[in-house]
């Protein structure tokens, strides 16, 4: 089905101001279906801006495809959870239902975790005095009176067995120091670093150097939209442009936009 065109109506006077409608270079029907109404959502939100219509498609296309990274919602910081959520639900005899609560499941896991080392010091100490316990009957021997001796035989017989049991409960209850829900990894750069608005804002400054050059004017543009979407705090263009800059400084790649987000990128004339 034809969606159709975004249309603008300039005045000579004012770079871009939209009146109506917002008129693009590409239209969005040439995009994926699926993603129509997401990106003309934030073609609303910036149409009283001062902003290349062009500009203003891209970019929208572009936090769409950040929006849709998996890695971009990842939490904060430098680790990723490695946590085997269904094999702690499954260790725990939780249904399918409850394993997907992964608070229920972490507090299971740890009083379950908090019992086992409970048990294992206990057993432990068992273990060492019933030691202690045969060897001073094996010492004292000879000491003893005969029944006593009878019956001292038959514990020490006993013991073997018993110590076999205690031992594998032993092994059993054994608790490694990391917990199974600290079990993390390094996050991957670039691919995991950058959150929705990060992200985003790295591929405006890729892509609009791509339509206008290194040296084209892009970051008031940017700084706008950003504002208009709710991407960044920053008080002015400089402090913004400090930011995006300072995210990727030391880094010796990006992660490439989607393939349909850059063919819209093509050189402004």
């Known amino acids: 089905m034809e969606l159709g065109y975004l249309m603008v109506r300039r005045n000579s006077s004012q770079r871009g101001v939209v009146k109506e409608s917002v008129k693009v270079d590409a239209p969005i029907s040439s995009l994926p279906k699926h993603l129509h109404d997401d990106v003309r959502k934030y073609i609303r939100r910036a149409g009283d801006l001062s902003v290349n219509p062009n500009r203003v498609l891209i970019c929208a296309c572009l936090l769409v495809a950040a929006e849709r990274r998996e890695e971009c919602h990842l939490p904060k910081g430098k680790y990723v959870s490695t946590v085997q959520w269904g094999q702690l639900a499954a260790m725990l005899g939780l249904s399918d239902e409850e394993s ?31 030691k202690n316990l045969l060897a001073l009957l094996e010492r004292y021997h000879a000491l003893l009176p005969e029944p006593h001796r009878y019956l001292a035989d038959d514990v020490r017989k006993q013991a073997n067995t018993l110590d076999q049991l205690i031992y594998q409960l032993l092994v059993a209850t054994y608790q490694s120091k990391e917990s199974l829900l600290d079990r993390r990894r390094p996050k991957e750069i670039p691919h995991e670093l950058f959150n929705v608005g990060q992200q985003a804002l790295i591929w405006w400054q890729y892509c609009l150097h791509r339509v206008c050059g290194p040296r084209g004017k892009i970051w008031a543009d940017i700084y706008e939209l950003a504002v208009a979407w709710r991407l960044t705090d920053c008080s002015d263009v400089e402090e913004l442009k400090r930011v995006v800059v300072r995210l990727t400084e030391e880094m010796t790649e990006i992660v490439t936009p989607p393939q349909w987000c850059l063919k819209l990128c093509l050189p402004e004339t």
């Not at 609560?101 to 273990?127: F, S, T």
């Open 100 to 130: 997907e609560n992964h608070g229920e499941v972490a507090k299971r896991y740890k009083r379950l975790r908090q019992a086992m080392q409970q048990i294992h010091a206990a057993i432990g100490a068992v273990r060492q005095r019933s």
